[in-house]
């Protein structure tokens, strides 16, 4: 390593101390590793390709129309908040579609990102209260927890100042809005239509205590309901999955408590039953999964990092 004279006299003083250090060390003869990107991602000017197409250099333009609170919500969610990087869609060559498919839903490390905009399944439309409860404690009464992937920028977002977090809140609620939203209440769980009964089993054993829908005490931490869930009214039931399967070790904030994990408890063939139970008592209004047991053998396989 070699410094120049006009470097170090134009430092700062710690800075001067360490590289008189470094100056003191012999040095030593290492090889640059060979690039080990995947095809076409090692080669430079294929990835300039790609962002002359895809890449936005653009700084952000205020929307004279709107508030300055929702363009504050816009900027962060689609700037620094990267929330497109999990919620959009990609395109063939893996760039975030934009226009009606922007922030309508992706995937991460196995985990379904849902919908923010109108094509929400969330049973109970998101409110801008909602957002802000859910984004910044990583729960909200009315939707339920933010675990996986999710966790981690919940957990950044409860450290972020409260007024950012309810712009980013206003912004993310004008998008539910202005497509339609899914303006229905939630229909109150009613009783089991389908005939699992080895499912309804083993919810009672197993989850109900924790999971009362508010009829019981809440043991510890929080208690979830899941008529509300985004993920048991999703069209893919493999976030349920993962949560059975692999419970939550990493609350996204200290008070939600610990989800645990089924995996060894409980066979591929009784968490699929139990999933078929739980989306035909609590998502009468929707149809019943066709590859649960699919989901249930994937989530196991691929335990995922969250
Ligand atoms: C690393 C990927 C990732 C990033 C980045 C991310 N999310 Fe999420 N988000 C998820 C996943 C996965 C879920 C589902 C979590 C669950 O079901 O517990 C989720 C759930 C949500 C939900 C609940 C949706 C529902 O209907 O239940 C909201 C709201 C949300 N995210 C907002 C945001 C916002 C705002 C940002 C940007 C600040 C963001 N997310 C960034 C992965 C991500
Ligand atoms: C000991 C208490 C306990 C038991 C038993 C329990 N859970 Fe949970 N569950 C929790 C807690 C606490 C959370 C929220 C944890 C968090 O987010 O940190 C949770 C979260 C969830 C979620 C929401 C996940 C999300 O990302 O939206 C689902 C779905 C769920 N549990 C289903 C079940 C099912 C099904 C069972 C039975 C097999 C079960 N739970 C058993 C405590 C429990």
């Not at 609350?251 to 939600?256: E, G, M, N, Q, S």
Request: aromatic share 8%.
């Amino acid at each position: 390593m070699r410094t120049s004279k006009a470097a170090v006299s134009a430092a700062t003083p710690d800075m001067q101390a360490l590289y008189a250090y470094m100056m003191t060390q012999q040095p030593v003869r290492s090889e640059t590793p060979a690039n080990t990107m995947r095809f076409p991602f090692n080669l430079r000017p294929m990835m300039a390709g790609w962002n002359t197409l895809f890449l936005n250099r653009e700084t952000y333009k205020p929307d004279p129309q709107k508030t300055a609170e929702w363009n504050r919500g816009n900027y962060l969610v689609n700037g620094l908040g990267h929330c497109a990087a999990c919620h959009s869609p990609r395109n063939a060559l893996g760039a975030e579609k934009l226009g009606e498919a922007f922030l309508a839903g992706g995937t991460v490390d196995g985990w379904e990102a849902p919908a923010l905009n109108g094509l929400s399944k969330a049973p109970k439309p998101w409110t801008e209260d909602d957002l802000f409860t859910y984004l910044r404690t990583g729960f909200s009464q009315r939707h339920g927890v933010a675990a996986g992937p999710m966790a981690a920028v919940v957990h950044e977002l409860s450290t972020v100042p409260e007024a950012d977090v309810r712009a980013m809140a206003v912004y993310l609620a004008s998008l539910g809005s202005e497509v339609g939203g899914d303006a229905v209440e939630a229909p109150a769980a009613t009783p089991a239509p389908v005939s699992s009964a080895n499912g309804e089993r083993i919810f009672n054993g197993a989850c109900q205590a924790c999971h009362s829908d508010g009829e019981g005490p809440t043991l510890f931490g929080v208690s979830p309901s899941m008529a509300v869930n985004s993920n048991v009214h999703s069209d893919s039931p493999d976030n349920l999955a993962r949560v059975i399967l692999h419970g939550i070790q990493n609350p996204a904030t200290r008070d939600l408590g610990y989800m645990p994990a089924f995996r060894d408890s409980l066979s591929d063939r009784q968490i699929a039953d139990l999933m078929a139970y739980l989306r035909g008592r609590f998502a009468p209004d929707k149809a019943a999964w066709t590859d649960v047991a699919n989901a249930v053998t994937r989530a196991r396989a691929n335990p995922g990092t969250h």
